[in-house]
């Protein structure tokens, strides 16, 4: 059989082909994916004669979960539609969840503003102009009760972007849970709590590296007891390829990272299995259709290969990697903005096809600012869409078996493969990225991308051809400058009604604990129910911890 | 042998996007200038005081984070306060056509916005730095 196309294979390039070819070449000497991978003319069977179906593909919901981590994929449930939002006030934001929840949006996704992200309270000097602008700004327990307020904690999915002080968010939340009588044990989302890719890209680090991860240990520690169906952490290649990465970088760099985090758990005393299901990965869809198929499919195997072979993981629930996908906000033009939401549309498509658990789509207007509501529901809209009129979501893994679809899921694969390797032999990806190589590497990839816009090497539609004379876009989302004056006043109400002794000792204990080795999460807990502020806890761990800066 | 142009790349405010500082920084250092990125986190005045310290003539401020507005006028403020106003400012980033009217009034003198190319950056810096 085998032998047959193999010989058909050459007679149709000698003949056929080559009849044509000789004519008029093809557009290109050579294709190639985004991670610099061959893309053949045309894959046949003869590109994945070393496919093992049950041991390379298997069967959705088993190891190595290539076709998917759930048995009946989106036949059962769709993929939770997951806007993130949040800007200015939690007051406004309130009411933008309180808009996308109707809207039929599943799930919330919180959006905090610089300040909140990097431990500072709004009346910090260096809070002046960031207040509320890439998101809401959190001060204390009090931003978070209105952030919430209407919303009941136990029916909704909660995922929020916050890394560094993680830990002080997911306190105010299971606060605020509490006062809706809620349980902990209860609550479900997802912290991002992914600190390696803060250095590596995104940027909002406050402490250095060991005793970030310190604090993330800390979190997987407290929470398989006290919050068992959060997701403790997403680790997150999403802005690696913002800053630049390929796919194949991208999935490289994040399980490199997810080593990382599971080898600390270890060493911190946890059990593999008592903690790796909580695990999530959040990933980019970028514009090549059929590479990012490949890549979350090569992904998911990767992952579990790592989990079972390398960490001996037991449970298959710890081998699965579970994803959120957004669509590449760095792939949006300032130019033709209604072209976007085709580019959302394909990149959705391509998150969905590759078997995503949650999905936010980027919105046409967001190359200019936040998105305004109607932008944001033509997002979601687009998203419900797919689900509903395409038809893709009844069956489970349908590109499963393409040959171009398996030969690149193998080479994705194979590459990530090499560069883990090379990270592993440099000790690790916190020693790559402390030695600068991950954002080198990001940064190179980034500056050639740019030159093949430039040279026309690579078109992007409307930017560097099918131009036109336009005007910019003017309806856009502005944040009032009034929010920072707004967010102040509030914090100093607080300050002045909260119990001042009460917020001392919770911080003198939180303080005690991070200078020796007890859990920062149970003091951290105590202190935002007094009301102690985000800035107020930074400092406390920036006392003990002391502030990286970037190299 | 004439001096090459000396450009300081700065990211004022808490924004972590650096991707087209740097993609800017390395253009501008295979155009012939001589480039000092500061990395992020960088407050007006830390920036004011590096580009006085490094003698450069032009300073490329990129923000992404909404900030612009505070921050942007700031160094061009304090570079005058320090008595450097011939070192000029220039921003990019995620920044509303509406605001650029108010950043030249405060004394940035170009805004790049998305889209731009590093060629017309390039070409802009060429054009408004003189060497003796």
């Given amino acids: ?551 | 042998m004439p001096r090459k142009i000396r450009v300081l790349v700065a990211k004022p405010g808490l924004d972590g996007h650096d991707r087209g500082a740097k993609v800017i920084a390395r253009a501008l250092r295979d155009a012939g200038m001589e480039v000092i990125y500061t990395g992020i986190r960088q407050t007006p005045e830390q920036i004011a005081q590096a580009a006085i310290q490094e003698a450069v003539d032009i300073v490329g401020l990129s923000s992404l984070s909404g900030a612009h507005m505070s921050l942007f006028p700031k160094v061009v403020q304090i570079l005058k306060e320090k008595g450097a106003e011939d070192i000029l400012v220039f921003g990019g980033g995620i920044i509303p056509v509406d605001d650029i009217p108010k950043l030249k009034e405060a004394g940035i003198r170009e805004i790049f916005q998305p889209g731009a190319s590093t060629e017309d950056i390039i070409k802009y810096i060429k054009e408004n730095i003189q060497l003796e």
């Avoid at chain 1, 003869?46 to 998917?68: H, K, M, V």
Wanted: glycine share 6%; net charge negative.
């Fill in chain 1, 1 to 551: 059989m085998t032998k047959n196309i193999y010989e058909e294979r050459k007679r149709w390039e000698n003949t056929t082909l080559n009849k044509v070819l000789s004519k008029s070449p093809e557009r290109e000497p050579s294709f190639k994916t985004t991670s610099h991978i061959e893309i053949k003319r045309l894959f046949t069977p003869l590109d994945i004669t070393d496919l093992d179906y049950c041991e390379d593909l298997g069967f959705p919901g088993e190891f190595p979960f290539t076709r998917g981590v759930q048995p009946t994929m989106y036949r059962g449930r769709f993929w939770t539609m997951r806007q993130y939002a949040g800007f200015a006030t939690p007051e406004e934001t309130n009411k933008r969840y309180k808009y996308l929840l109707e809207h039929g949006q599943t799930g919330l996704s919180v959006a905090f503003d610089l300040p909140t992200q990097i431990g500072y309270d709004s009346d910090h000097p260096l809070a002046d102009g960031e207040v509320g602008k890439v998101g809401v700004a959190i001060d204390s327990l009090k931003d978070v009760e209105i952030l919430f307020d209407g919303i009941p904690l136990d029916k909704v999915s909660t995922s929020m972007t916050i890394n560094s002080t993680a830990a002080i968010l997911l306190a105010m939340y299971i606060a605020v849970a509490e006062k809706q009588g809620v349980k902990s044990e209860v609550l479900q989302g997802t912290i991002q709590n992914d600190i390696l890719k803060e250095y590596a890209a995104r940027g909002t680090y406050i402490f250095p590296p060991l005793e970030s991860m310190r604090i993330v240990t800390d979190i997987f520690a407290f929470c398989k007891d006290r919050v068992p169906r959060w997701n403790t952490i997403s680790i997150s290649g999403y802005h690696m390829r913002e800053a630049g990465c390929t796919a194949v970088q991208e999935v490289a760099f994040t399980l490199a990272d997810g080593i990382a985090y599971v080898e600390a758990a270890i060493r911190a005393g946890l059990d593999v299995d008592s903690f790796a299901s909580r695990l999530a990965f959040f990933f980019c869809c970028h514009n090549n259709f059929i590479e990012e198929v490949a890549k979350f499919r090569a992904a998911r195997r990767l992952w579990a290969k790592i989990m079972r072979e390398r960490f001996k993981a037991k449970r298959d629930e710890s081998c699965m990697l579970r994803f959120h996908t957004q669509t590449a906000g760095c792939s949006l033009t300032a130019q033709q903005p209604d072209n976007n939401v085709v580019r959302v549309a394909l990149q959705a498509l391509a998150a969905v096809l590759g078997g995503t658990q949650s999905l936010h789509t980027n919105s046409r207007d967001e190359a200019y600012a936040l998105p305004t509501e109607d932008s944001v529901r033509l997002a979601l809209r687009t998203q419900q869409i797919i689900a509903y009129e395409s038809g893709v979501a009844d069956m489970i893994d349908p590109l499963g078996g393409s040959y171009a679809v398996e030969a690149l899921t193998d080479e994705i694969e194979k590459k990530a493969t090499e560069y883990i390797e090379k990270i592993e032999a440099m000790g690790g990806a916190i020693k790559a990225i402390e030695s600068g190589y991950i954002q080198a590497e990001i940064g190179e990839s980034a500056y050639q991308y740019q030159k093949e816009i430039e040279t026309k090497k690579r078109i992007i539609v409307g930017l560097n051809q099918f131009q036109i004379e336009e005007e910019p876009l003017r309806d856009i989302l502005r944040i009032k400058p009034e929010v920072e004056q707004y967010q102040k006043e509030k914090l100093a109400r607080v300050k002045k009604e909260r119990d001042n002794i009460k917020v001392k000792d919770t911080l003198a204990a939180l303080k005690k604990a991070a200078q020796g080795t007890d859990n920062v999460v149970p003091p951290i807990l105590e202190a935002v129910k007094v009301y102690a502020t985000l800035g107020e806890i930074s400092d406390t761990l920036r006392e003990v911890f002391g502030e990286y800066r970037e190299r």
